[in-house]
């Protein structure tokens, strides 16, 4: 059975850091690309970024509103990856959730639960 | 970035009658070079995380009950859900995959009327 699970999250202060991991199994890691996604509370989803396999090159990219703050990676030896989340701000509270994909061009297919992230003072 | 927008925002449709949600796309889904359109769409139920009904705009993801269909290609695809259920009752969102960035549509809410 294919299984995401997000661990990590919790409150942080405006202007920290905090990382995420996105546990996985059920599959051969190492043939799929990673995405995070978030959800606000109350409002609807937004993409963060996706890191592509070894044979990509780990290849990342992010949206506009995390890039130069988020970094992911991926340990294919562990089959986890990670969001490292730097200069938070109170607008990156929300659910955070990873998600697996084929690789570029695919769809997502599968999520895993989400984990909450609070920015705030 | 391509801009998605649904409509209609919430509807309610007695069980066992047919909800319809729409979605348009600012730019054209279509990858000529396949003929597949780069659109998903994901169900979100209450209190859970979203969960993949339909990849390619029309393909059924494995274990999604066959009331649930999608259709269109370019820049316009329906979602239906035929003899809607209770268990249908969540909160709809197409997503293109055609471009970085990933977008979504706001999100439709479907209730039992």
């Known amino acids: 059975e294919v299984q995401l699970a997000e661990s990590g999250g919790g409150l942080v202060q405006p202007g920290r850091s905090l990382r995420l991991s996105c546990t996985t199994s059920g599959f051969n890691f190492g043939d799929y690309a990673i995405s995070w996604f978030r959800q606000a509370p109350g409002k609807g989803l937004e993409w963060v970024g996706l890191?592509?396999?070894?044979?990509?090159?780990?290849?990342?990219v992010y949206a506009a509103s995390v890039s130069g703050r988020f970094t992911i990676s991926r340990d294919d030896s562990r089959t986890v990856a990670n969001l490292q989340m730097n200069s938070l701000q109170t607008e990156d509270t929300a659910i955070y959730y990873c998600?697996?994909?084929?690789?570029?061009?695919?769809?997502?297919?599968?999520w895993g639960q989400g984990t909450l992230v609070t920015v705030s003072s | 970035d391509i801009v998605m927008t649904q409509s209609p925002d919430s509807l309610a449709v007695p069980l066992g009658e047919r909800a319809t949600i729409n979605c348009k796309s600012s730019q054209s889904l279509l990858y000529s070079l396949n003929n597949k359109n780069y659109l998903v769409w994901h169900q979100q139920k209450p209190g859970q995380p979203p969960k993949v009904l339909i990849s390619?705009?029309?393909s059924r993801e494995f274990g999604v009950p066959d009331r649930f269909s999608g259709s269109g290609s370019g820049t316009d695809f329906n979602l239906t859900i035929s003899n809607l259920q209770a268990e249908d009752v969540a909160v709809y969102y197409c997503q293109q995959y055609y471009g970085i960035p990933w977008t979504f549509g706001q999100g439709t809410k479907v209730e039992i009327k």
């Open positions: 998600t697996r994909v084929k690789g570029s061009g695919w769809p997502v297919d599968y």
């Open positions: 890191i592509a396999t070894k044979t990509y090159s780990e290849t990342t």
């Open positions: 390619w705009a029309s």
